[in-house]
């Protein structure tokens, strides 16, 4: 049974940068072979819950001031709208058409570079309170049975008041939280992880949630947490992904 996938997709030009998170998902990619990928990414927020029923899913550049190479990247994976019309009525979820934002598409063009693999994608209801995001992970839990991987695509930290240079050292209060996330996930800490606003320097590194509240869609859709990789970008951009077995 697959597991469920928490990946932190930092800047757009992951897709280009040579960096040790860039090299990561390249070989992860190698080591799954799902039927399809059902995905929220901290780039499509709503308030009620939407999937994409899109056939051909576009590829969204969702972003600016970025090189010319960045907008000339297409990913055509496919959708699956069988799959997209079972997540509606499982979720009483709104369909919708929409493409692949970069939250989607960055990562998976590094794991499935082919753009064969399907996907489907789900909004974040950013007003869910934490359990509820939990939860809809939860339901999610029973497509990793189907040989369907669940990716919740955000980043572990997230300050883009306080970015730096690519290969800046991590400051201490960005370690202090990553930290704090890493040790309860591997304690199996769940309901201190539903109130990860109390951590230290919560709110300093994730200004706004909706980069951390993938991770708890993640964390419901699986079971025991092991961290498969940790960098760090432009100081403030913690690139772990973790996995949900």
Request: net charge negative; proline share 8%.
């Amino acid at each position: 049974m697959l597991p469920s996938l928490f990946i932190s997709h930092g800047s757009p030009m992951l897709a280009l940068n040579k960096t040790p998170a860039h090299a990561f998902l390249r070989e992860l990619g190698r080591q799954l072979a799902p039927k399809a990928v059902v995905v929220v990414s901290a780039h499509w927020e709503s308030l009620a819950l939407k999937v994409s029923t899109s056939a051909k899913p576009e590829t969204i550049h969702d972003f600016g001031g970025f090189p010319r190479a960045l907008f000339e990247c297409q990913y055509p994976a496919p959708g699956e709208p069988e799959l997209a019309e079972r997540l509606a009525v499982l979720l009483g979820a709104e369909r919708v058409e929409r493409g692949l934002d970069h939250g989607a598409w960055v990562p998976l063009s590094l794991m499935f570079p082919d753009a064969n693999v399907p996907v489907v994608s789900l909004s974040l209801p950013v007003r869910w309170s934490n359990a509820e995001l939990a939860t809809l992970g939860e339901r999610l839990s029973a497509l990793r049975q189907e040989g369907i991987l669940v990716i919740g695509s955000g980043s572990l930290t997230h300050n883009l008041y306080e970015i730096m240079p690519l290969e800046s050292p991590m400051p201490a209060w960005v370690d202090e939280f990553a930290t704090w996330v890493s040790d309860r996930l591997v304690a199996n800490d769940r309901e201190a992880l539903l109130s990860w606003e109390r951590a230290p320097n919560a709110l300093k590194n994730h200004p706004t949630p909706e980069h951390f509240q993938p991770l708890l869609v993640a964390m419901g859709a699986g079971g025991d947490a092991k961290q498969l990789h940790h960098s760090v970008e432009h100081g403030v951009l913690a690139m772990d992904v973790y996995q949900f077995a």
